[in-house]
């Protein structure tokens, strides 16, 4: 059973998250420069989009790039930046064809550590060190994707009962404590300069 997703705060699009490994991927991948239920709704409306119910690794990485681009363009677009991240979502989803065969619950099926895990999605297109992190903790938090040592290599974002991150939502309330947290550690970084 998919687990109950609340990070784009639309049934639909959250409905997706759950059930799709590649639309939460992709969801984090685009959780950059917006606000993260427009990051999250993405890959439901690029689904729409392509005229299908889930999204597809193979497919996505074989469109034309000009095509992918003019398609998270429409308004309203998939992102602040429509353009570069159509060009990061076809990388990933290549990445995914070459090493993974398209799936994306290959990448963390049998990984036998957070350490392991986390080198994965470290390797991934536009993941880096924090983004990596992040989507650990939501595998471990809301997936149950749990190798040895997930919380750990997942940093602070695995800590239990924290509210720093994506892998903290679980509705409306988890929202406004992530986004308050959030604020907070922008305030600390400017009293620190």
């Not at 490994?21 to 690029?46: K, N, R």
């Not at 060190?129 to 939501?138: D, E, H, R, V």
């Not at 602070?156 to 947290?181: C, F, M, N, Q, W």
């Amino acid at each position: 059973m998919s687990p109950s997703i609340h990070l784009a705060q639309q049934p639909e699009a959250d409905e997706l998250l759950g059930r799709s490994p590649l639309a939460a991927l992709i969801g984090m991948l685009l959780d950059q420069q917006v606000p993260m239920e427009w990051a999250f709704s993405g890959p439901y409306t690029i689904a729409q989009r392509l005229g299908s119910d889930d999204l597809d690794a193979h497919e996505i990485a074989a469109r034309d790039p000009e095509a992918f681009a003019a398609l998270l363009s429409e308004k309203p677009a998939v992102h602040r930046y429509p353009g570069s991240m159509a060009k990061r979502i076809q990388q990933l989803c290549q990445y995914l064809v070459d090493e993974y065969d398209g799936d994306a619950t290959a990448l963390w099926r049998d990984a036998k550590t957070g350490k392991e895990l986390l080198a994965r999605l470290n390797a991934l297109p536009g993941f880096g060190k924090q983004k990596s992190q992040i989507f650990l903790a939501l595998l471990g938090k809301q997936f149950g994707v749990t190798p040895e040592g997930w919380r750990e290599a997942a940093g602070a974002y695995g800590e239990e009962g924290s509210y720093r991150s994506a892998a903290d939502i679980t509705g409306p309330e988890s929202l406004a404590k992530v986004r308050s947290h959030k604020q907070e550690m922008k305030r600390a970084a400017k009293t620190a300069k």
